[in-house]
């Protein structure tokens, strides 16, 4: 067990639906990151947060916005889904915001837009 | 930008022999390098990592990796392979303070 968790584990909505994705990082972890995994780009990093604050962007699509809470659990909000949305969402958390620390990953949430 | 290379989709290698799995990388800095292994349904799960010193890291589970400079590479070995050790393995890179930058992911196969 990472310590990172997310939820929900699985999603199935429709297209043009709006869907929220949890983390809740380590504790004592800062660093917030969201990845998107799909057959056919790898991983991909989308957006990290660290202590609140945007720090971060990737190839995160104007359609998706995250946010950190004061908590530091994060949120990450994807709308107007289309069916190449479809994917494993991981969220991973790390004490520092980056340098030698290594990330340590949740489970995923797998996403499917039907 | 920094960028990894994982040039192996599969590597198959029978249970008990030595496994490689290969790495490059670039970044225009000094690198901070990783391992992580994912296996069916699960998250990625930290292996091991090089920032600086010796160039052969020891990790979890038997496995270590090697960092050499001049070739830009930082491959994953384990001396004898487990059936258990077969799952998706991937590299990322750090630059500074960047985010992990991931490869592809290379399928290990351990055939018993």
């Known amino acids: 067990d990472s310590g990172v968790t997310q939820t929900p584990k699985h999603l199935i909505t429709a297209t043009g639906q709006r869907v929220t994705l949890r983390c809740s990082p380590r504790s004592g972890d800062l660093s917030v990151y969201w990845y998107q995994q799909s057959l056919d780009q790898g991983l991909q990093f989308l957006i990290q947060y660290y202590n609140g604050e945007e720090r971060a962007k990737g190839n995160i699509l104007e359609r998706f916005s995250a946010q950190q809470f004061p908590d530091l659990h994060s949120e990450l909000n994807l709308s107007s889904l289309e069916l190449g949305d479809s994917a494993l969402y991981f969220c991973a958390s790390s004490v520092a915001g980056g340098s030698g620390a290594e990330a340590f990953f949740g489970q995923g949430t797998r996403l499917t837009v039907v | ?112």
Do not use: M
């Open chain 2, 1 to 112: 930008a920094q960028s990894v290379a994982q040039p192996e989709d599969q590597v198959n290698v029978a249970e008990g022999n030595p496994l490689t799995v290969k790495c490059t990388y670039s970044v225009s800095g000094n690198p901070y390098l990783f391992w992580y292994v994912q296996y069916p349904n699960r998250g990625l799960q930290f292996l091991l990592k090089y920032i600086t010193g010796d160039n052969l890291v020891k990790g979890s589970y038997g496995f270590e990796a090697e960092f050499n400079k001049s070739q830009t590479s930082f491959h994953l070995k384990k001396p004898s392979a487990l059936v258990s050790d077969s799952a998706l393995y991937f590299c990322a890179v750090r630059d500074g303070n960047t985010p992990l930058v991931f490869g592809k992911g290379t399928r290990l196969s351990v055939i018993a």
